[in-house]
């Protein structure tokens, strides 16, 4: 077979196949270029090289002298696993046993990027990771498999990912000797209840401190490490968001304003109630302690992060088009 996968989801799914006794013909991978570019990219070299299998990189899987790599090697089964590009059609034509490839929801619904991000800053306590044969079209093809996903108080885009990781691995162990054979069970898509999901930007990012304290707590852990971060700025210097606590019962503070410290903590006012901000960082800075920055910087009583407008915080959660504060904003990303 041959396997397909750039980013964190691709290591356990790999991993599970080169210990599954079946021959791995090629890995195809990112090249340096759209690697540099493409949140939570993992070199899966030193994982197949121990097991004698060529890592193959190209930015475009798609092109005519890539889809013919991926002939010679004449694979069965073709497996894809956190590509996040589609396969064209000349590709999904090559294994007589299909292509195989996954997406982080319980299709159909939430098709489209970025579902675990979404699911987070949406509030979602669950989200799933769906096995299917890959399709013409986002997808959209017959399910092999599904398992839920729980998304915890204190998870971030990072630890729901590795749950989403863990559960596609374990499912392509259990269907591979259906899949290889032949006879693995399919059942069509029907309607997505919901739209498909949009595409995130690095200066989607930015921070509503107007929102309520569990929308922004939600909007920080779903925007973290390995993606580019929630953002906020103050007196137009830009500061990343890694990571906050979950709110229980803060006292209100004006949507922005610096309240203070509370150990290594700093506490922020939001819509109705106010946040703690664990991990911050100073762009081109190091990250630290959000009651570190705060006593560094020697902020004064009173001063408040830069409120944002209303047509930006839409377009920052895909309701709406980019306002032109968005634009000047998304330009020191």
Not at 167 to 194: C, D, E, F, V, W
Request: glycine fraction near 12%; charged fraction near 25%; charge should be neutral.
């Amino acid at each position: 077979m041959v396997f397909v996968g750039a980013v964190h989801e691709a290591e356990p799914a790999l991993r599970a196949l080169l210990h599954a006794g079946v021959e791995v013909a090629g890995v195809f991978t990112f090249g340096p270029r759209l690697a540099a570019r493409t949140s939570g990219f993992v070199d899966l070299e030193p994982l197949a090289a121990p097991h004698g299998v060529p890592v193959l990189r190209t930015d475009n899987l798609n092109d005519p002298d890539e889809v013919e790599r991926v002939r010679a090697l004449r694979p069965d089964l073709i497996v894809e696993v956190g590509w996040t590009r589609l396969l064209g059609d000349e590709l999904l034509a090559i294994p007589p046993r299909g292509c195989v490839g996954f997406h982080a929801s319980m299709l159909p619904r939430d098709r489209g990027r970025a579902p675990v991000n979404w699911a987070i800053i949406r509030g979602e306590t669950s989200t799933g990771n769906t096995m299917m044969f890959l399709a013409s079209g986002t997808d959209t093809g017959d399910i092999i498999d599904q398992q839920p996903v729980s998304i915890e108080p204190d998870d971030t885009c990072g630890t729901v990912y590795a749950k989403v990781g863990a559960a596609g691995a374990a499912m392509l162990r259990k269907n591979l000797p259906a899949l290889l054979a032949g006879i693995a069970p399919r059942r069509p898509q029907g309607h997505s209840p919901t739209p498909n999901l949009p595409k995130r930007t690095p200066e989607m990012g930015i921070t509503d401190w107007s929102r309520a304290p569990r929308a922004v707590h939600d909007w920080i852990r779903g925007l973290t490490h390995p993606y580019p971060g929630a953002f906020t700025f103050l007196a137009g210097r830009k500061l990343f968001l890694w990571r906050s606590e979950p709110p229980c019962d803060e006292p209100n503070g004006e949507p922005g304003l610096l309240l203070g410290c509370d150990g290594k903590a700093l506490r922020v006012g939001t819509g109705g109630g106010s946040l703690r901000l664990l991990r911050v960082q100073e762009e081109g800075g190091t990250e630290e302690d959000a009651a570190s920055w705060y006593r560094r910087r020697r902020i004064a009583p009173g001063m408040r992060f830069d409120p944002v407008d209303e047509a930006t915080a839409r377009w920052a959660l895909g309701l709406g088009p980019a306002s032109s504060v968005a634009a000047k904003q998304g330009a020191t990303t």
